[in-house]
């Protein structure tokens, strides 16, 4: 189909009442690209029974990883974004609460799919679960992005997996959207530099898995590896 039919064929799912829009169609002007897809594999693969995400914006990734888990059939997002002016929204995604709250109804995963309308640091003061997938795409300060590895990370199942995105920026200083006070590729450079296992996908600006397990979690049948941090 041409793009230009494609758009129309999108825009009317989109407006046409009980016709649910096409998730890989649907415009949530973000930079995640088709690293949501990552998101989303790893979500149906890991069957996370909690998973935590830091920076949702208008909801691509939450969308992605509530649609794994609603392919599960178990497992919840709780989705953390004050949704308000920060030093990290995109262009024209400041308010961003009512087009989550669309964009998460229209896809019918409000079962999967908790909004909490907070800060990370108010989020992370009363958080209790065991977190299986923690995505941190939030306050991309390097003090910003260290609190949230530190104050999340230790909630981290022993499979559990973390994922930044953003960490290619210093192998990139000429792009036009390059910023000083970018902090996510130093703090996963310093995970990496001091043992944790990062592998990472270079496009859409950096997506990087990290196991929060110094050296990796043992698969030998020992005991479970001294987690640090
Ligand atoms: C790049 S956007 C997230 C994009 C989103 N993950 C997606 O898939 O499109 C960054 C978001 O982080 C949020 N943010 C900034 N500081 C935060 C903090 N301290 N706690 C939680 N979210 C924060 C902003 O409000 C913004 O919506």
Not at 40 to 56: D, F, N, Q, T
Request: proline share 5%; aromatic share 8%.
């Amino acid at each position: 189909m041409s793009n230009y039919l494609s758009r129309i064929a999108r825009r009317a799912r989109q407006s046409i009442p009980g016709i649910a829009p096409k998730l890989d169609e649907m415009d949530f002007h973000s930079g995640l690209g088709d690293s949501a897809h990552l998101l989303y594999g790893i979500a149906r693969a890991l069957k996370p029974r909690v998973a935590v995400e830091i920076g949702s914006a208008r909801g691509k990734s939450a969308c992605y990883v509530g649609r794994a888990l609603k392919e599960n059939g178990s497992g919840k997002l709780f989705a953390i974004d004050p949704h308000t002016r920060t030093d990290w929204n995109d262009e024209n995604s400041v308010d961003t609460l009512d087009e989550m709250r669309r964009n998460v109804r229209a896809l019918d995963l409000e079962k999967q799919v908790e909004i909490i309308r907070e800060t990370s640091e108010r989020a992370a003061a009363r958080w209790m679960l065991p977190i299986d997938m923690l995505f941190i795409d939030g306050d991309h300060s390097y003090e910003g992005v260290k609190r949230d590895w530190e104050l999340f990370s230790p909630h981290v199942s022993e499979f559990g997996i973390v994922v930044f995105h953003d960490t290619m920026w210093d192998r990139q200083p000429d792009s036009p959207y390059s910023r000083s006070d970018m902090g996510v590729p130093a703090l996963v450079e310093e995970l990496r530099v001091s043992g944790y296992p990062v592998t990472t996908i270079n496009r859409d600006f950096g997506v990087s898995i990290v196991q929060p397990t110094v050296s990796g979690v043992s698969l030998r049948n020992s005991e479970p590896a001294a987690r640090q941090g």
